[in-house]
């Protein structure tokens, strides 16, 4: 799995033609704030994290991780879309507790995938439906690597001409593996589009963990802006999290994102 994305992102990077070149800065930035856009990106999300709790030491941690992310749209001749996202987390270092204290460890997390079907939109209104995977590539010490999930997952968006707004929601259980899993999430984004290729506004991920009955909640903010380097738009842009409910013996406390985001040229569109 790792290898495949990998592939994928060279062969992507190393294009330099694709759909979006005779798009306005504008044009492109809006179709960014669409989750079901049929632009080819690249998501890197770097991800600075900081916890509080009740075990020992817990307000003391701090983990790094990025998240890589390609979005590689199938366009149909009907209008529809086929929605493929693979994502892999590489976590830098990240806190385990192991016995009395935490250890700082390093490694790939478990992968996963988006696969959706998005028809054509009506009115600026689309939807997706289609299923949330993960699979256990992870490496077991920092706790992953142990099991496969399988749910259903929707989106709906409305894209207004200088805003987007929209919902994202999926629940995933265990369907192999040594870990019980059965967990609910979901996204509600606003974005404004002022031009200039600039958004901004929230995309809170409320989380719910149906074993440990516990909620995560955060605070969100972000604001980013599109440009073109080389004649290739780029996505930049920076999050905050502050997690107002979360586990009490160890869960994130604030969480600091910086995103760069290629659109590049769909090495798969043909497939279909």
């Given at each position: 799995m790792t290898k495949i994305i990998l592939a994928l992102m060279l062969s992507a990077l190393s294009l330099n033609v694709?759909?979006?070149?005779?798009?306005?800065?504008d044009e492109v930035a809006k179709e960014l704030a669409n989750p079901t856009s049929a632009l080819a990106s690249l998501h890197f999300k770097f991800q600075t994290r900081t916890f509080e709790g009740d075990l020992p030491n817990a307000d003391e941690q701090q983990s790094n991780s990025i998240l890589?992310?390609?979005?590689?749209?199938f366009p149909l001749d009907n209008g529809a879309k086929i929605l493929f996202r693979p994502a892999i987390p590489f976590y830098l270092d990240t806190p385990v507790f192991k016995g009395a204290d935490f250890s700082d460890e390093s490694g790939i997390g478990d992968s996963s995938i988006d696969l959706m079907?998005?028809?054509?939109?009506?009115?600026?209104?689309?939807?997706?439906?289609?299923?949330?995977?993960?699979?256990?590539?992870g490496d077991e010490k920092i706790g992953q690597g142990e099991t496969t999930t399988l749910g259903p997952e929707y989106y709906y968006v409305k894209m207004n001409p200088t805003s987007a707004v929209g919902l994202l929601a999926f629940h995933h259980w265990d369907v192999a593996g040594d870990v019980d899993v059965s967990q609910s999430t979901s996204q509600i984004f606003l974005v404004a589009l002022p031009g200039g290729g600039w958004n901004y506004g929230t995309q809170p991920t409320f989380t719910y963990d149906w074993e440990g009955e516990q909620?995560?909640?955060?605070l969100?903010?972000?604001?980013?802006?599109?440009?073109?380097?080389n004649e290739r738009?780029?996505?930049?842009?920076?999050?905050l999290d502050y997690y107002v409910e979360k586990n009490e013996d160890f869960g994130p406390d604030w969480m600091l994102t910086f995103r760069i985001s290629p659109v590049v040229e769909n090495v798969m569109a043909d497939w279909f």
């Open positions: 694709f759909a979006a070149k005779e798009q306005s800065t890589f992310q390609p979005s590689m749209p079907y998005s028809p054509k939109a009506v009115d600026g209104v689309s939807h997706a439906f289609g299923t949330y995977i993960t699979l256990p590539t909620w995560t909640v955060p969100n903010f972000n604001v980013g802006r599109t440009v073109q380097w738009p780029w996505k930049l842009s920076v999050e």
